[in-house]
Structure formats: structure tokens, C-alpha cells
């Protein structure tokens, strides 16, 4: 059974940091590309970050110098640091397989607040 759980967010204010982290099961986790998505309140998933299987990675404009994606094939977890945060980045972030996804997993809430 394929299964994606998200871990690791919460409330920190701006300028802060956390890391988000993804354990898949379920699949050749080594063979899939991973991705980071977020959707904020009253707007559609958008990409974040996304990762190959050889680690070549792609980010948004919107978060490029600020977050960095990797993964770690032998735990099955992808990862997403997450630096110099903004109020605009609070949204619930999902991870997925890219590009072929799976089942969504239940997301983890950041929140980027005073």
C-alpha cells in the first residue's frame, strides 16, 4: 500500500526556519522523483521544489535561495528545508512523486506568523 506522511511543520515567525520531512512506503522510493507541494488558503497546490532520482533538483521563483530539497533514498524520505520564511509561505505543504504522483498524503500545516 502507498503511503506518503508529512512531518515537521508548524507555527514559527518570520525569518525562521523548519524542515519538513516525507516518508514514503510502498514504492522503489529510490526510482521516483519526489516533489513538495503547498496550497495556501483560497488558492490552488501550487510546486514548490521538486527533486529527480539522481537528486537534480528545481525550485519555485518564489522560493529559490530560501528552501533546498533532497532526499534520502535508504530512510525513504525526502526533506524540505526551509529558510528566511515569510508570512506567504504559510499554507499546508504535501509531498508527492513527480511526476507521476500517488495518493495524496494528509499534509502538514506551516505557519509563518508574528
Known amino acids: 500500500q502507498v503511503q506518503l506522511v508529512e512531518s515537521g511543520g508548524g507555527l514559527v515567525q518570520p525569518g525562521g526556519s523548519l524542515r519538513l520531512s516525507c516518508a514514503a512506503s510502498?514504492?522503489?522510493?529510490?526510482?521516483?522523483?519526489m516533489a513538495w507541494y503547498r496550497e495556501a488558503p483560497g488558492k490552488l497546490r501550487e510546486l514548490v521544489a521538486r527533486?529527480?532520482?539522481?537528486?537534480?533538483?528545481v525550485y519555485a521563483d518564489s522560493v529559490k535561495g530560501r528552501f533546498t530539497i533532497s532526499r534520502d533514498n535508504a530512510k525513504k524520505t525526502a526533506y524540505l528545508q526551509m529558510n528566511s520564511l515569510k508570512p506567504e509561505d504559510t499554507a499546508v505543504y504535501y509531498c508527492?512523486?513527480?511526476?507521476?504522483?500517488?495518493?495524496w498524503g494528509q499534509g502538514t500545516q506551516v505557519t509563518v506568523s508574528l
Open positions: 510502498g514504492i522503489i522510493f529510490s526510482f521516483n522523483g
Open positions: 508527492n512523486a513527480y511526476p507521476n504522483g500517488l495518493q
Open positions: 527533486i529527480t532520482s539522481a537528486g537534480v533538483t
